[in-house]
C-alpha cells in the first residue's frame, strides 16, 4: 500500500535549508492501523503531506497505492487523492454551507450522479454519527461534531488510505475518546489508517503499530 | 455537474458583489458605446451606398449626334473605364423632361422659338470610380472626349459621407475598446476577489482529487456570465434609445442623408455584441489567476 524508500525532504527557506525527513524507510500493508508520532517538528506533517502528493520528496522514493508520487501528472494527483481521505486538526469546513451540503460538496465536485449523492452523505454522516446534524452550519457545531462532519467529508468517497494528522489535537478528553472510535469503525471498514500525534498518552492508548520519527530521523517503528 | 458548476458561479458572483455589478455595468457601457457607434455607422453606410448608386454624371454635347451616330457614341463612352452605363439624352428628350418638370407651367416652352437645351450622355460611374481619385481620372476622361462641351457633376460629397462613416467607425471602436479594457480589469479583479472567497473551496477540492477544470471552470464561468449580463443589458439599452430617438431624429435623417428611417443592428450584430461581452468577460476571468499547485 505504502513504500518510502530512503526518503529525504529538505525545505529551502530562503538561503537556509530545512531538513523535515531524512533517509526514512517504511512499508505499510493494506488495512493497517498506524500511529506516526513525535515531538512537534519532528517531520509527520511533512511525511502525511508526501503520502498525499501535496509535496513531493528531495530525495528518495514514495510510492503510494502502487504509484511513484514524485512522477505523477497533475492529473493522476487529482486520481490519487480520490482514494485518499484527508483530516486535519481544524476541520476546514465551508462555513457558508451546511454539514449535508460540506460533505456532498465532495461528491458534486468530483461529478458523482444526483441521485447517489443523499444516500452517501447520510451513510457517512451515520458512520461519523452526525447526521441528526446535517442542517447545521459549521458555526453551530462544537469542536468534536465539526471534526465528525470532516471526516465524513474524508470517507463519503470510500478511501482505501485515511490520513489524520493530530485530528484531535483541537478536543477534550471526550470528545477525543469518541473522534478515536469513529476512526477505529473506519478503519474497521477495510481502509488502512495512518494518525500523526505528538500526544504520547494518546500513543499508549491506541496502542497501535507506531512510528516515532526525531528531528527528521525514524527513531522507531515498533508494536 | 454543469448544473454544479454553473450554481458554483452564482455563489461566486454573489459573492464579488459591488465589484462584480460595476463589472458588468462597464461591459455594458462599452458594448452600448460601441453597438450606438455601429448602429451610426451602418446607417451611414447604407445612405453612402444610396448616394453612390445615384450619382451620375452629365456629359452635355457640342452638338447633336445624327439618330445614325448616337448608339456608336453611347457605346464608345460605354468603352471608358469607370463607366457602369450610358444614358444617351437628344434634344428633344431634354426638352420632354423639362416639360415633365415644369408640369402645368409646361406652356412656356412652347413658346421658346427653338430648342435651346443641348443633347447629353447620362453616365452613371461603376463603383471603382467612386472613390476620390477615380472619380476625378473618369471626369477628365469624359472631358477629353472630343464631343463633349461640358461635364456635369461629382462624387466629392458622397466620399465625404463615406470619410464621416469612417469616423464615426474609428470612434465608435476606439471608445469601445478603451471601455473594453477597463471592463476586463474590473472583471479580472472582481474575480481576483473570488479567487480569494473560493480558496477554502479550491483547497478542499483539490484536496479530495477534484478535476482542474471542476476547479477553474466556475471561476471562468462567472467571468462570462458578468460578461453575457454586461451584454444583454447593453443590448436592451441600444432598443429602448433607438425606440425613442429614432423616430425623433428620422426627418432630420431623411433631409440631410435621404435615409427614410434609422435600422437597428441586425441580428447577426447583435450576436456579436453578446459573443463580444461574453468573450471580455472570459478573458477577465482567465487573467485573474490564483496560486496553483506546483
Ligand atoms: N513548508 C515548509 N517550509 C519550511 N520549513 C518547513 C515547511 N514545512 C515544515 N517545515 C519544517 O520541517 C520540519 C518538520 O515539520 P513538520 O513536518 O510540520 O513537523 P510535525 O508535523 O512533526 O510537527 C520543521 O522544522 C518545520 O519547521
Ligand atoms: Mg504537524
Redesign the interface.
Known sequence: MIELHRVSKVFSVGPVKVPALSDVSLRIAKGEFVVLTGASGAGKTTLLRLL?RD??PSDGEVQVLGEDVASLR??E????????G?VFQDA?L??ARTVYENVA??L????TPKREITPRVFDALRTVGISARAQAYPAQLSQGEAQRASLA?AIV?QPSLLLADEPTGNLDDAMEAEIIDVIKDIRAGGTTVILATHQSRLVRALRRRTITLDGGYLLKDEG | MLGFLIGEALRDLRRAGRVAVSAIVLITLSLAALGGFWLLSANLARAVANWRERVRIIVYLKREPAASEAPALVERVQGVPGVASVVYLSKADALKSLKEILGKDASVVAQLPANPLPASLEVTPAAAAATPDGARTLLRNLQALPEAEEVAGSADWVERLSQWQRLVTTIGLGIGAVLAVAAILTVTTSTTLILHARRHEMEIMRLVGAPEAAIRLPLLLQGMLQGLLGALLALGALVVAHELVAPRLEPLVNLTLGLSHLQFLPLASLMMLLAAGTLLGALGGWLARGRREP
Open positions: 498525499y509535496d513531493v497533475r492529473s494527483v487529482a486520481a490519487l487523492r480520490r482514494s485518499i484527508v476546514k465551508l462555513p460538496f465532495v458534486r465536485v468530483l461529478g467529508r468517497r
